[in-house]
């Protein structure tokens, strides 16, 4: 689970005339992640192509195109597979594109006419209100027109201040005019220039302006109407042609995998050789799957077990008991004395083809699978990388709903995520899916132990006896102290979080040695656990608060900042906590500081720290030691947050008033509560559903259920991307970047999952 799934590099030799039949098994067998080959290997030579691989990828690369300008979508097909043989495939596509393209030819024409009669509405909309017919705007010899936008004073005193510019007559009073100027010369266009006159095209048409725009109207709903039909006779091209493009793609594509799979082998004139990884266990699948298809005619071996360096590159051979081939030692070139020898020659594990980091498989299956998405949105983990998977289903589901906490968003988290993983198909939201369901499940356990319903504390009186929930969030001032308590076991969670992050760390870096493995990470560790010690110890308290020693005390216990008795309304959690005690080492000759053990382990955690990273090491001791754990501070305040919205979502609704450091609702009062609290004038709100009069309740009904509705679906969705986001941010920023650095390779075996064609 912490690993992915053991990897083996694997080398196919044999003789060119069994490489047909070997590419057919290997395909078929779907296990066989092929590695390419550069020509790095002396006296061997990247394979060539099968004869017909370059008219299958045309095909291929035409059916594509169809399926594009029709739309086809996978998803909408569930029909039956068929079988295709290369004359009616060839046959049916000629006739598909070329009623395909006509179709598409006449629907690009439509819509540049649709678009030439949008521009000419567009052009003509001036002279609408301008209110002259088009014919009077020109053909003149004598006369010169222009029409456009300008000021009428600043376009009359340019016209007489030019020379050129007789006479001139001015249309329209604002925005377009029409300038009429003799004699009909450059002149008029010279002095518009100086007035920031804006020229139109004048249309050439007959037509009064109005008429025009109706013509051109009439023009555009006929254009819409043709490309309508246009539209849905290419919608049922779709219909009659979807599953035959789809089927045709398929098949295509299984043959240009097979026509090409040559240009990854190393071939000489009689041999090749095929390199690549599959999972260790399918080796024999492999080896069997082709003894039974070629026989002796080819070799399979396993050459290495890849383990794990920090590049995440197979480090040596496999041992001697696996290390065996398949099919016998050497392969003789038919009708040569050339061998290509699969236990000492080019195809060993000294001599990999380039390429060859093993890729990854994940082995995270049940419902830590899911969370394999939320880790590959950064990158999929290296071969050598303890996968983050498990740590990120162990936490982020608790995380948000420790900071949510509540049984009716719980619900509807969990039926959003089941109504994701049913009706999708898309494997990351589906994933997504499942991630949903566990965190609503968190969320919903939470809020039975917050006592909490869509922000309602009545759940609490029906679940326990005491009408009290085992534990509060804090946001009520009388349980002031929970929210204390939240806020210091977000610190704890914070250093925890972080070491096995730092863990992590240590084992990715063993492959550089023990020692050099607790420089770079464990000196982290010694550092920040030590720290974090000292800042819950009994040391430096004039600069810490009282609450860090009280919150998880017991009653009667001495706290430390203050001197006196810790009692039960200082207690959140009676868990026995009131600080670390203090070793005292020395006491300094100058001045009698006394110096605690925790100081210097922090005081060594450091050094090593500084050892390892350098200068740097100083700055990042105050942003990861000290910054990263308060940044899980976050997971309190965001629980305070949205606790604070659906608070008062309710409040809003059902009205409150406060009474002895607790708000009580309104609507869920009896009588002698509310007559005591109006009073004593407690209350805050009288709320939308208590309103006075028949006509209040109604509207004042009306507004509360919409409130309510609204403010909590407002709240449902800012629970996404406030309490998902910041666990997110923590799983990402703070825990991952300790250690994960990802960029690990999709493990894809040479095959084709065949949905719309069987295999012939």
């Keep these: ?31 066989f992640d092929m590695t390419d080959y550069d020509g790095e290997w002396e006296g061997f030579e990247p394979g060539a192509p099968e004869e017909g691989a370059d008219a299958a990828s045309e095909k291929l690369v035409t059916v594509r195109s169809l399926e594009s300008i029709l739309d086809v979508d996978a998803d909408e097909y569930d029909g039956p597979t068929r079988v295709l043989d290369d004359e009616e495939l060839a046959a049916e596509l000629a006739d598909v594109r070329e009623r395909v393209n006509a179709l598409d030819d006449r629907r690009d024409e439509l819509r540049d006419d649709l678009r030439a009669v949008e521009e000419d509405l567009d052009a003509v909309e001036p002279f609408v209100e301008l209110g002259i017919d088009l014919d009077l705007l020109q053909g003149y010899e004598s006369l010169a027109v222009e029409v456009g936008e300008g000021d009428r004073d600043a376009v009359r005193r340019a016209l007489v201040d030019t020379d050129g510019v007789e006479r001139h007559q001015i249309f329209g009073e604002e925005g377009t005019l029409a300038v009429f100027a003799y004699p009909g010369d450059a002149a008029l266009e010279d002095a518009l220039v100086g007035a920031d006159f804006t020229s139109v095209e004048i249309p050439e048409a007959d037509a009064d302006p109005e008429g025009y725009v109706e013509e051109l109207r009439a023009r555009k709903r006929d254009l819409e109407s043709d490309l309508e039909d246009v539209e849905d006779d290419l919608a049922d091209l779709r219909e009659e042609v979807g599953g035959f493009l789809l089927a045709a793609e398929e098949q295509l594509s299984v043959e240009v995998q097979k026509r090409e799979a040559p240009l990854s082998f190393a071939t000489t004139e009689n041999a090749f050789v095929a390199e690549g990884w599959l999972p260790t266990d399918r080796f024999v699948d492999l080896a069997e799957g082709l003894q039974d298809e070629v026989g002796d005619h080819v070799a399979v071996e396993e050459l290495e077990r890849a383990d794990y360096d920090e590049h995440g ?4 051979p496999a041992d001697d008991a696996a290390h065996g081939g398949a099919g016998g030692d050497a392969v003789a070139a038919d009708g040569g004395d050339e061998e290509v020898a699969t236990d000492g020659g080019h195809a060993t594990a000294e001599t990999a083809m380039s390429g060859g980091t093993p890729p990854v498989v994940q082995s995270n299956g049940g419902i830590v699978g899911p969370f394999e998405a939320l880790v590959n949105v950064l990158n999929k983990p290296k071969y050598s990388e303890l996968d983050p998977t498990v740590v990120l289903f162990l936490t982020f589901p608790v995380f948000f709903g420790f900071m949510i906490g509540d049984l009716g968003y719980g619900l509807l988290y969990m039926g959003i995520g089941y109504a994701l993983m049913r009706r999708f198909d898309s494997d990351m939201v589906r994933s997504l899916g499942g991630v949903a369901v566990l965190a609503g499940l968190f969320t919903a356990i939470f809020g039975v132990l917050y006592g909490e319903f869509f922000g309602l504390h009545q759940l609490g009186y029906l679940l326990y006896p005491s009408g009290s929930a085992p534990i509060h969030k804090g946001l009520q001032p009388y349980y002031l102290v929970y929210a204390q308590a939240w806020l210091l076991l977000s610190l704890v969670v914070g250093v925890v979080h972080l070491v096995v992050g730092r863990v992590f760390d240590f084992v990715n870096n063993l492959s550089h040695g023990v020692r050099e493995a607790f420089m770079e990470s464990g000196s982290w560790i010694v550092f920040t656990v030590s720290l974090w010690v000292w800042v819950l110890s009994e040391t430096a308290l004039s600069a810490k608060p009282a609450f860090m020693y009280s919150v998880f005390a017991r009653a009667g216990q001495t706290n430390p900042v203050t001197g006196e008795t810790i009692t039960s309304e200082a207690i959140a959690i009676p868990l026995g906590f009131s600080g670390f005690e203090t070793i005292d080492l020395f006491a300094l000759p100058v001045g009698g500081i006394v110096i605690d053990l925790v100081l210097v382990v922090v005081a060594i955690g450091l050094a090593l720290v500084v050892a390892a990273e350098g200068g740097i090491g100083l700055v990042e001791s105050i942003t990861q030691g000290f910054g990263h754990v308060v940044s ?47 009073a004593a004038e407690e209350v805050i709100f009288s709320g939308l559903l208590n309103a006075e009069g028949a006509v209040g309740l109604v509207l004042g009904g009306l507004a509360g259920i919409l409130v309510l509705v609204l403010g909590h679906l407002l709240v449902l969705v800012l629970g996404v991307t406030s309490a998902g986001l910041q666990a997110v941010r923590l799983e990402y920023v703070e825990f991952f970047g300790k250690f994960y650095e990802g960029g690990g390779r999709d493990y894809e075996p040479f095959g084709y999952e065949r949905r719309f064609t069987a295999d012939e």
Excluded: C, Q, W
Aim: aromatic share 10%; no cysteine; hydrophobic share 50%.
């Design 632 to 678: 899980y501070t976050r997971i309190a305040a965001v629980l305070l947050a949205k606790a604070g919205m659906a608070l008062a979502v309710n409040l809003l609704v059902f009205g409150a008033y406060f009474h002895d450091g607790e708000y009580h609702l309104i609507f869920f009062a009896s009588g002698e509560e509310l007559a005591a609290a109006r």
């Design 1 to 31: 689970m912490l690993r992915p799934e053991r990897m083996s590099r694997v080398s196919v030799t044999g003789s060119k005339g069994v490489m047909d039949d070997v590419v057919e098994a290997v395909h078929d067998l779907r296990l």
């Design 313 to 316: 590159f197979a480090t040596g």
